[in-house]
């Protein structure tokens, strides 16, 4: 493939990531208005902002092998396909349930066609590692700038229209997203196909439905209660389930080869704790501006622009400060500006403060640690890596959305309907959901600079004592044994 026909590829599939990271938010300050038309409660509103990002992220690590073994245009294409149909499923809603079902499709759809979206980078520009790698931060701007881009949408297209009109706009965009990949867009596999792990990925996703379904409904069941307890305990129960099996199963959805890379494993925390922080926080953010500050919807979404402006120029420093210093610095400098952007968010409620901070930081994260988690696993299983990335933003999404807004509800009222609450109560809750992410971003931001790769490629000095310590007084420490060919390889940065 030419370079022309490289970046036209890229083009394309960029426009279908934007889509995605757009309909994640879009409905945010649209959530007045469904709450007028429908009527759902506290725990039905997360649900309608979690249920795309649940099943994304609970699909997307069995998607990443489907689009490997069956091919990657194939993934894409029928993913495109089923979120226009479920867009125009939630469209023509006329209950909570169905937007929720609506959403969930959506999310499937999305779980298909983002995993190829940055596996087709990795093809078109194999053995081009500089267009690689701009090509690589330019799918982690875009997936930011598309998240952070839905609520002015979705407030311009409330205040004209009405909510549904930010179901109805997926359609045009996907179809003709579709006809440009189908012309653009290069068909890929892996050179051996995998077998899709079935029990693999209903233990996964298992696991993350209850884990959030608890966190969500604990606030209005009571965290103590018999079914939010259960629910803990049955996420637990089948993510030791999961481990267990991955160990044992002869093609396993996420391979050891991958999980023992300790790169990709500080890399994947580091971009699940930044969409946790971010856009739980966002969440949140858009039910202040509306609530408590009485903004309709287009200015509650414009006053969340600066995010995208900070996002967009800290993923341009992030190349810069990644090549001379290396990603730890980046990724653990963005970790540390995100908490503290929350910190300044709960101190003064200074909403400009926070975006700025917070933009800047997922910039530098986003698109150093994508590359980190890349270099880290082989060519040929780029699907997957690409579903392992994108799983890590969509599981932080999720979590952020239910556990702050949980800690929003506990703190400001205590029952299933915190939306109603405004000026001090709600500013309580949002006071206490904010620390909460402070405090879980700087746990990641210690994490990311012992465990990921300095700018001569090695990981930090503690991080090497306990590898060695890990070893029993071994001469050395052995590599993983490779799974399936998927044998981990070096990330070298110039």
Known sequence: MTRRGAWAATAVVCSALFLIGLDFTVLNVAIPGLQRDLGPSMAETQWLVDGYALTLGACVLAAGTLSDSYGRRRAFLTGLALCAVASAGGALADSAAQVVAARCGMGLGAALFMPATLATIAHVFRGAAADRRRAMSLWAAVAGIGTLTGPVAGGWLVEDASWRAAFWLN??????????????????????????????????????????????????????????????????????????????????????????????????????????????????LTLYLQQVRGLGPWQAGLRITPLSVGLAIGAGAAALVSKRYGPRTAVTAGLVLIAAGCAVLAGDTQVLAFEGFAGFGAGLVAPSATETLMASVPEESSGLGSALNDASRQVGSTLGVAVLGSVLVTVSTGHSAPVTATGDAFVRGMTAAAWTAAAVTLAGAGLAWFRLPGADGAPGRAAEDAAWKTSAGSASVPDPQPVHGLAPKTVHHP
């Open 171 to 284: 359609v045009p965009v996907a179809l003709a997203v579709f006809a440009a990949a189908v012309v653009f867009v290069p068909e890929s596999t892996g050179p051996q196909p995998r077998p899709l792990d079935r029990a693999g990925a209903l233990l996964s996703s298992g696991a993350l439905l209850a884990l959030v379904w608890g966190i969500i409904e604990a606030p209005g069941r009571g965290w103590l209660s018999r079914p939010v307890l259960a629910a803990f305990v049955t996420a637990a129960v089948l993510l030791v389930l999961f481990a267990w099996w991955q160990r044992r199963c002869p093609t396993p959805m996420l391979p050891l080869s991958v999980a023992r890379n300790g790169a990709v494993r500080a890399a994947a925390v580091a971009l699940a704790l930044m969409s946790f922080a971010v856009f739980g926080a966002m969440f949140i």
